[in-house]
């Protein structure tokens, strides 16, 4: 099975490419079969890792950044992949 966790945050004012400078630098305990960073408007940013393990495994995830660089707590989500048809 294929899970993917998501992580969003949303960085302070003018402080969107040093967030996204922050979540390139972490390394995670293992290493996801992949990993993608996303930046969008105001300043957010969505990191996706794809691991093949069970729903409810226990999965590394990335950090949250120090308070003042960022504007809100980070969102995470976990889903499974499905298959299309």
């Given amino acids: 099975m294929t ?3 998501m992580w ?3 960085a ?3 402080r969107g490419e040093e967030l996204l400078a ?3 630098r972490q390394r995670l305990a293992a ?3 992949r990993r993608e960073s996303f930046r969008a408007p105001q300043d957010r940013v969505l990191v996706i890792t794809w691991w093949d393990a069970s729903y409810d495994a226990e999965l590394p ?3 949250d950044p120090d ?3 960022v504007t809100r ?3 995470r989500w976990r889903f499974e992949s499905v298959a299309d048809g």
């Fill in 73 to 75: 707590a980070v969102h």
């Fill in 22 to 24: 922050w979540v390139r």
């Fill in 61 to 63: 995830e990335l950090p």
């Fill in 8 to 10: 969003e945050a949303r």
């Fill in 67 to 69: 308070a003042e660089l």
């Fill in 12 to 14: 302070a004012d003018g």
């Fill in 3 to 5: 899970v993917a966790l």
């Fill in 31 to 33: 290493s996801p079969v």
